[in-house]
């Protein structure tokens, strides 16, 4: 009710996978469950099966497995980015890639290599045609100050592709994502705002390839990363 309320017409679903605990075989299960309840309780939003694989499951499993994992079946899977090396994130993309998936990874802006090592970052993302979701909470800053500062560069460079509520309940992380819509504009402009919280999101759901906002962000948003990029 709070997502229909804040305009939301979808839910990705992405329970975190973890190995040895719970690996979402059940997941198709659990949403058909979830949406007898929307039914039954009049709430009209269309919800998708996904998770949020661990870059260890993302290198370790083959195109079967990952296939069960990906968001509504189609060719992008949210990979949790945790606290990674370079190393690990890039060997995770690769694997991804191999497999025939795009990467999409889930909050990036709250890793240690994204805030110290925005290139290495950049350099990953590019090289594996990997895509950037950033949470909702790293924007409102309730993960501090260098958190909100990183995914304000990573935004100016184009380095931002999604923006995901991550809602955890109604109360912790609730599934809102209007308020961060006019900061995005403010910060990028409308056209990239557009790109990021309208277009992609439709792009990814039809399994269609997502646009980098890059060529849209407004001039004087540029940043140092943007210039690390090339
Ligand atoms: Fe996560």
């Known amino acids: 009710m709070i ?41 009209d939003i269309q919800l998708v099966p996904g998770a949020e694989v661990p870059m260890s499951t993302c290198i370790s499993a083959g195109r079967e497995a990952l296939e069960k994992l990906a968001i509504g079946g189609g060719p992008y899977l949210l990979v949790e980015t ?21 990467p999409v990874f889930a ?40 958190v909100k500062k990183t995914w304000e560069q990573m935004a100016k460079a184009g380095l931002v592709h999604l923006i995901g509520s991550d809602a955890h309940s109604g109360r912790v992380r609730a599934p809102r994502l209007s308020g961060s819509y006019q900061e995005l504009c403010n910060l990028v402009g409308e056209k990239a705002a557009g790109i990021i919280m309208l ?13 980098s906002p890059e060529a849209f962000v407004q001039p004087s948003s540029r940043s140092i990363w943007s210039r690390l990029r090339r």
Do not use: C
Request: glycine fraction near 8%.
């Open 3 to 43: 997502a229909a309320a804040d305009g939301i017409s979808t839910i990705v679903a992405t329970p975190h996978i973890t190995e040895g605990v719970y690996d979402g075989s059940d997941r198709d299960e659990q949403i058909s469950r979830l949406k007898q309840r929307f039914r039954e309780n009049d709430i």
């Open 82 to 102: 945790g606290e990674a090396t370079p190393e690990q994130m890039g060997q995770a993309a690769y694997s991804v890639r191999l497999a025939g998936f795009y």
């Open 107 to 146: 909050h990036p802006e709250r890793t240690l290599l994204a805030q110290r090592h925005p290139d290495q970052l950049a350099e990953i993302i590019s090289r594996n045609e990997a895509w950037v979701q950033v949470t909702v909470a790293s924007i409102d800053g309730l993960f501090g100050k260098s």
């Open 199 to 211: 277009e992609n999101p439709q792009q990814l759901l039809a399994g269609e390839k997502m646009r």
